[in-house]
């Protein structure tokens, strides 16, 4: 086969154009960091990398859960502490108030404390977190003590769940609705048995109430701890992941910038190789067009 001036003159310039090409990927992945700026560089590149970021982004938004998780949990356990102290104070009265050292004015005046930490502990279980509260089941818009008196419902007994990681929810809400209830009608025997003059022997079987009730508000808050440490296993696991994650969608997509800034001036020395043999072997009118 013939070949002519035509042909090296052509052949020389697709293969400057391929040259071109490649030095502009090179030197576009070492702007970016990134050996893939789009779909066409690498497909399967490119598709691994939407795996890589949706799992990432997963990660980061059960992440966001988890800090959801932390601030119900922890707001638990701060009100129950409160609670807990208050019934505390209520021993103490009551301790007192069973003394036979005590007249009816006393234990009146006693009675006129419990009912003001009544209404403290009426007060706790509407706590809130933003515009939630936080011991009414699904029911999170209603309070559980209404002003009055504590609602009847079943929903303030379901438990809210959050998803934590892949297909792992955990309640993040208590549901001591009955607990409460029980407290209030507590508060209220202990007034109504001080009002109707009972003896101090009467009143100090009311001590056996409280401790009971003290009892099962430390059962419900170790449940809430069980829960917080649950929480901080599944924090310290996604953290971990999101370490692998990373890691794994840096491999993908980053480039190696020594080697590729080598590639690039191997390529450039490539380059200028051609463009010292190509004008050496065609016109010289279409080597003084290419200077």
Do not use: C
Request: glycine residues 4%.
């Amino acid at each position: 086969m013939r070949v002519t001036q035509s042909m090296l003159s052509n052949n020389m310039l697709r293969n400057l154009s391929n040259s071109y090409s490649a030095m502009g990927k090179l030197q576009e992945q070492v702007n970016t960091g990134k050996k893939v700026n789009r779909p066409s560089d690498d497909p399967v590149t490119a598709m691994k990398g939407i795996n890589y970021r949706a799992e990432l982004n997963n990660v980061e938004q059960f992440s966001r859960n988890i800090g959801e998780a932390h601030n119900w949990l922890d707001t638990t356990d701060d009100t129950f502490d409160k609670i807990g102290s208050t019934i505390q104070r209520a021993n103490e009265l009551m301790v007192q108030a069973s003394s036979d050292t005590n007249t009816a004015d006393d234990r009146k005046k006693i009675d006129s404390e419990l009912q003001q930490l009544r209404a403290h502990v009426q007060n706790l279980a509407n706590t809130k977190i933003g515009d939630r509260y936080i011991f009414s089941g699904t029911k999170t818009t209603t309070p559980p003590f209404n002003g009055t008196t504590y609602e009847n419902d079943a929903a303030m007994e379901n438990s809210i769940e959050i998803e934590v990681f892949s297909g792992i929810k955990l309640p993040i809400n208590s549901t001591p609705i009955k607990m409460f209830k029980e407290f209030d009608e507590m508060f209220e025997d202990i007034s109504a048995a001080i009002q109707g003059n009972a003896t101090g022997a009467e009143l100090a079987k009311h001590l056996t109430t409280i401790d009971k009730n003290m009892n099962k508000l430390l059962e419900t808050r170790a449940g809430i701890g069980a829960l917080q440490n649950r929480v901080e296993l599944m924090d310290t696991r996604l953290q971990s992941q999101e370490v692998i994650a990373t890691k794994r969608m840096s491999e993908n997509e980053d480039i190696d910038y020594e080697k590729t800034i080598t590639q690039m001036i191997t390529q450039e020395s490539i380059h200028r190789a051609a463009l010292s043999v190509g004008a050496r072997i065609i016109q010289p009118t279409l080597t003084d067009f290419l200077r």
